[in-house]
Nanobody, 126 residues
Framework: QLQLVESGGGLVQPGGSLRLSCTASGFILDYYSIGWFRQAPGKEREGVSC????????IYADSVKDRFTISRDSLKNTVYLQMNSLKPEDTAVYYC???????????????????WGQGNQVTVSS
């Protein structure tokens, strides 16, 4: 059974940091592109950051560039999203997702991702 399990969310003050983890079971993450997405109340799900399995390319939403970093740990079969300088507008449920794309075809379009984690709440508030 293919499964993605997320952890690391919570409550943090503005300017703080959190690291989200996404661990795969039943498949090897190195063979898949991984995306982090978020959905705030009343808003559509948006791509935050995506990482290619084939060519090392990465995509960041403009709203998180220079603040968020996506990375992989092959030994742990885990992908991380390091979030720094958090803002109240970063508050959302965060999801990781996996998909296979041919080299050069990485996208952060949620509709292109097949396997999804359960979601993890991140709240940025003082």
């Amino acid at each position: 059974q293919l499964q993605l399990v997320e952890s690391g969310g919570g409550l943090v003050q503005p300017g703080g940091s959190l690291r989200l983890s996404c661990t795969a079971s039943g498949f090897i993450l190195d063979y898949y592109s991984i995306g982090w997405f978020r959905q705030a109340p009343g808003k559509e799900r948006e791509g935050v950051s995506c990482s290619s399995s084939s060519d090392g390319s990465k995509i960041y939403a403009d709203s998180v560039k220079d603040r968020f970093t996506i990375s992989r740990d092959s030994l742990k079969n885990t992908v991380y999203l390091q979030m720094n300088s958090l803002k109240p507008e970063d508050t959302a449920v965060y999801y990781c997702a996996a998909a296979y794309f041919v080299p050069g075809a990485l996208t952060c379009d949620a509709s292109a991702y097949r396997y999804w984690g359960q979601g993890n709440q991140v709240t940025v508030s003082s």
